[in-house]
């Protein structure tokens, strides 16, 4: 029997980039289609993976890699994939154990960037302690690719005291950073646009997973929800987490932590830090009573060295970000419209 779906009514008749950019537009596409068609309650989450009941709590997610350029300065698209799927296992709670590894390549792709790029995977999958089991490879066409996409897959238990959920977000919970933000966006923007700096600007690609574990092992359930701000950045992420628990952010720009070279990159690409991508740092939601160790704890992980405080959940202005800038005055921080990096991750 052929279902009978309507489509449904949407302000664009067209996919754009914008769509791919973890804004507001891909929030309208998957919101319409995908969630309203598919939805269930694992689903309906919309977090980083699902958690699940399978011989213990298990973790599953997938994600597709489209970079461009394929090589950049401090990573390429292999190891961003096994670390962009290990992080999105690691923000559900989890210990990441398994990946599937699928290439979309296009004809003409040279042999030795593939060899670098496997050599790559091999690498991060090492560094990571997990295992590729399964995977795939199709070859198109000339033209009707960009070189090589990547699609991975993972699966890993959720730690013992882990309890990561959106619903546990509350008021006075503190907003903690792990690292500095727009690396990731800034070190490919930098590359597209033959930039160069007094030093370089590299990618902040890298497994997040042992940080998470030793925080969940010395907080536990005092930590309530784990994010990694990659696509639309940190604005987007957390607007996401003000509209799903339905309370307010409050910000201090001052207090989110940007490396220099990275700040004045941005104000030459004329691009907000808060909307670039990232892939080697997480926002984690706490109990306010812990804050401070937790800072202290994640200082001393590696690539953490400059976890700072951010922000706290509120009762006022709720589904909405609201930012406290340098000079005092304050404003809101929407979602981000449209697609401010294309081809990112």
């Known amino acids: 029997m052929q279902l ?26 998957l919101e319409k289609t995908v969630f309203e068609l598919l939805g269930n309650d694992l689903l309906d989450k919309h977090h980083d993976g699902a958690i699940f009941d399978w011989e213990g709590k298990t973790a599953f997610t997938t994600d597709s890699f ?17 670390n962009g799927t290990v992080n ?10 398994y990946l599937s590894l699928s290439f979309i390549i296009e004809e003409g792709l040279l042999v030795e960037e593939f060899w670098k790029i496997v050599v790559s995977i091999k690498e991060a999958t090492e560094a990571a302690g997990v295992k590729i089991i399964t995977g795939d490879t199709k070859v198109v066409e000339h033209g009707k690719g960009d070189k090589i996409f990547i699609n991975t897959t993972g699966i890993g238990k959720i730690l013992p005291n882990a309890d990561i959920n959106i619903n546990r977000v509350e008021e006075a919970d503190v907003i903690i950073v792990s690292d500095v933000v727009a690396s990731h966006g800034i070190a490919i923007m930098s590359v597209r646009k033959g930039l160069e700096f007094e030093s370089d600007i590299l990618s902040d690609t890298r497994p997040l997973h042992t ?15 784990l994010k990694d701000p990659t696509r639309g950045g940190l604005a987007s992420v ?9 309370r307010g952010i409050y910000l201090e720009e001052q207090k989110i932590p940007i490396d220099d070279q990275v700040k004045a990159a941005c104000e030459i690409l004329g691009l907000d830090p808060l909307y670039v991508a990232n892939e080697g740092i997480f926002i984690t939601v706490v109990k306010e009573s812990i804050s401070e160790e937790v800072v ?21 202005h709720p589904k909405q970000v609201v930012i406290k800038s340098g000079i005092g005055g304050k404003r809101i921080v929407n979602m981000l419209v449209g697609q401010q990096l294309p081809r990112i991750c």
């Open 4 to 29: 009978s779906c309507p489509m449904p009514k949407l302000d664009f008749d067209k996919i754009t980039l914008g769509h791919g950019g973890g804004g507001t537009l891909s929030n309208k596409l």
């Open 88 to 97: 999105d296992l690691a923000m559900c709670g989890a210990k990441p154990k």
């Open 66 to 82: 489209v970079i461009s350029p394929l090589f950049f300065p401090g990573g390429n698209i292999g190891e961003l994939a096994v």
């Open 238 to 246: 957390l607007n996401e987490i003000a509209r799903d628990s339905s």
């Open 211 to 225: 940080a998470v574990e030793s925080l969940i092992t010395q907080f536990g359930k005092d930590i309530h929800l």
């Open 296 to 316: 202290q704890h994640l200082r001393k992980q590696p690539h953490c060295t400059n976890a700072s405080i951010i922000g706290q959940v509120v009762n006022d």
